[in-house]
């Protein structure tokens, strides 16, 4: 028999996998495909159309309306109140100086949109009410109390659970149940949250409400970059952000970048995201960023993320309202870029669900329709040209009209006095 063993990916992965049992053992991260695991962002609907989550090691980039940032605001609200949920560290980083976000005042004017840490603590205090928690303490609350319902007519339920047990059919577990003074649904209340890969949430409620938030808890003070040069920038960004990489308890970390500068970060994230995927460190970015003029940062920054999404919300749009399509919707999510560099060993590079077609998203335009308490993604509906409502939304031309039934025609040859063609219905 032959000594000789093929080394391949295989022997790769098994070497570089080393941490994948602290990860699977850790709330909120499941294994996946590829050899890479995943954490959710907080909405089931964005988790599917991301391939089952975030992967470990990438970063997001979600640029939010001009006009209105209620989406995006919302869809960040999610993945943070994820992180909290899961017992996941969660680090927001703000500068010093004037609680700027990493650098100091520059020679022109502040912009009254740049963050300053009271935002950010009213941001996590308004986080959405965990629902899986609140079921949770109702069904302990009821199990409580049917508890101690039991404990006071002991002796009148022991007497009639004897008198109930005539005969042997009559030991079923209902039965034991109430002699044991236990309620019938005991079996459902001791699972908790804790396998939950993604909770549901409650826009309307807060999570405040239901833990004790601490803001400063998850504020990370660093140094504000003095605005040198912007690569001198970047650099010493990337020093002061690899400083918060320093858990050592396993548990996934949740760095999130709010509206940072787009220059200065287009020059850190690169290195950053290195840093990360070069140590298999359990840590995923988001950056929550505003629009940029800046078109050679901004396409940078999304050269070096992995996924990019785009909110853009209807509310604003008054002289240019959206088609009548789109009356149920409240805004539109768009997918600029959705790529995972870290599955490339595994599936060649690109879109870490290439593996499976299946996880593939069917579309890179959704549908973003808010109520009072939840955020839904749902894919565009469009009716055919000629049943849309107010003759479509495309203009004037030719219409195809497919779909449209075929209409009914009259001949004008019925039984008719005249020739004109004015028939006499029967």
């Known amino acids: 028999m032959s000594s000789f063993r093929r080394v391949g990916r295989g022997a790769e992965a098994s070497s570089c996998g080393t941490k994948a049992p602290l990860l699977t053992a850790s709330t909120g991260v499941k294994p996946w495909t590829g050899g890479i695991h995943l954490t959710s962002v907080g909405v089931t609907d964005l988790d599917n159309l991301l391939g089952g989550g975030q992967p470990l090691g990438t970063c997001m980039l979600l640029q939010e309306d001009r006009w209105n940032r209620d989406l995006s605001v919302s869809l960040l609200k999610y993945w943070c109140a994820e992180a909290i949920s899961q017992d996941q560290h969660l680090i927001i980083p703000v500068g010093e100086e004037m609680n700027q976000p990493f650098t100091m005042p520059r020679s022109e004017p502040l912009d009254i949109r740049k963050p300053r840490k009271r935002e950010i603590e009213d941001l ?59 309620p019938l649904s005991q079996k459902k209340t001791t699972s908790g949250g804790s396998n939950v890969f993604c909770h549901s949430y409650d826009l309307s409620g807060r999570l405040a409400d239901q833990a004790t938030i601490d803001p400063s808890k998850y504020i990370a003070t660093i140094k504000s970059v003095e605005p040198v040069a912007v690569t001198n920038c970047g650099v010493k960004l990337f020093h002061e952000l690899v400083s918060l990489l320093g858990s050592k308890d396993g548990k996934p970390m949740r760095l999130l970048l709010y509206r940072p500068e787009v220059d200065i970060l287009a020059s850190a994230l690169p290195l950053l995201l290195s840093y990360i995927r070069r140590r298999s460190l359990p840590v995923v970015l988001l950056v929550h960023a505003t629009p940029s003029n800046d078109f050679k940062s901004w396409s940078k920054l999304s050269t070096a993320c992995d996924v990019v999404l785009k909110t853009e919300g209807f509310s604003s749009r008054r002289a240019y309202p959206p088609p009548p399509e789109f009356r149920l919707l409240q805004g539109i999510l768009t997918f600029s870029k959705l790529t995972t560099l870290t599955a490339a060993t595994a599936t060649g590079g690109g879109f870490f669900g290439d593996i499976s077609v299946s996880k593939r998203p069917a579309a890179f335009i959704y549908g973003l329709k808010r109520d009072r308490r939840k955020l839904h993604i749902s894919l565009l509906h469009i009716p055919p040209e000629d049943y849309a409502q107010g003759g479509g939304s495309v203009g004037s031309g030719v219409r195809s009209g497919g779909g449209k039934a075929p209409e009914k025609k009259s001949t004008g040859l019925g039984c008719s006095s005249n020739i004109s063609g004015s028939a006499l219905d029967f």
């Open 124 to 182: 996590l205090l308004s986080l959405p009410r965990n629902l899986h928690w609140a079921k949770q303490e109702k069904a302990e609350h009821t199990n409580h109390q049917s508890t101690n319902l039991g404990i006071l007519d002991e002796d009148d339920s022991d007497e009639k659970a004897e008198e109930d047990l005539e005969i042997a059919w009559q030991y079923k577990k209902s039965v034991q149940q109430e002699r044991l003074a236990q």
